[in-house]
């Protein structure tokens, strides 16, 4: 398997909403006979690659020298432009996978009061060791408030990545009659991989510590942050 080897060129230091970026030109060899390049720029407390944006590959040349040349011929005015046009598109994106990230959420924490009550509130009466039903249900709500912990440790566009490869690229449309089923697809795929305990081990120590439980759902749905 070959690896891309990107070679990058400090080009120009630009402003933009009153903020310095460093602007980079990247080339690297896509083939035998052809070399791509595109812009990245980093925000001036920008440390990592993470915090670059960058515009889509613009030169697509036979040698990199005239992947150069073209480049030293555009003008501050137009790499500003290009530097606006990858912080929107950039923006836009975390927008777009931060509402995906966010609705799997709300639907997990839906079904969770759906299938055992909302008895993170004080007062509600938490089932006792004979009460299996009761218990089943806390654990069913349980794996999934462990799912939507986890969805919420994930980066928004890495969740959306992962979205897409569990749906095989299918496009997800929370408006459309089937979006539960497609939802569901993914809260299987990432329940199969998580690390759960069985009801039995489960129901040990939730008897042990049922307020511990009661506090770490509240906090989840409740308080809208992670315990």
């Not at 040349?61 to 500003?80: F, V, W």
């Not at 969770?112 to 069913?140: K, T, V």
């Not at 999934?144 to 690229?169: M, S, Y």
């Amino acid at each position: 398997m070959s690896t891309v080897h990107e070679r990058r060129r400090s080009v120009a230091f630009l402003e933009h909403e009153g903020e310095p970026w460093s602007c980079f030109l990247v080339t690297y060899s896509a083939a035998r006979d052809a070399w791509h390049g595109y812009f990245s720029f980093r925000p001036g407390n920008g440390e990592t690659a993470e915090d670059e944006v960058r515009t889509t590959d613009i030169f697509i040349e036979a040698s990199e020298a005239e992947i150069h040349d073209k480049a030293r011929g555009l003008g501050r005015p137009l790499l500003g432009g290009l530097l606006a046009s990858a912080i929107h598109t950039s923006r836009a994106g975390q927008a777009r996978s931060s509402k995906l990230r966010l609705r799997f959420r709300e639907l997990l924490a839906e079904n969770a009061r759906e299938i055992s009550g909302d008895w993170s509130e004080e007062g509600h009466e938490l089932p006792s060791a004979e009460d299996l039903d009761g218990l089943h249900s806390l654990y069913a709500s349980y794996r999934l408030d462990q799912v939507c912990h986890f969805i919420g440790l994930v980066d928004p566009q890495d969740f959306e990545t992962a979205v897409d490869r569990i749906l095989e690229g299918e496009s997800v449309d929370f408006r459309a009659s089937d979006r539960i089923q497609f939802a569901m697809m993914v809260v299987e795929h990432i329940e199969r991989h998580l690390p759960l305990p069985p009801f039995e081990v489960w129901a040990k120590d939730y008897l042990c510590s049922p307020d511990a439980y009661r506090l770490y759902t509240h906090t989840l749905h409740r308080e809208g942050r992670l315990p």
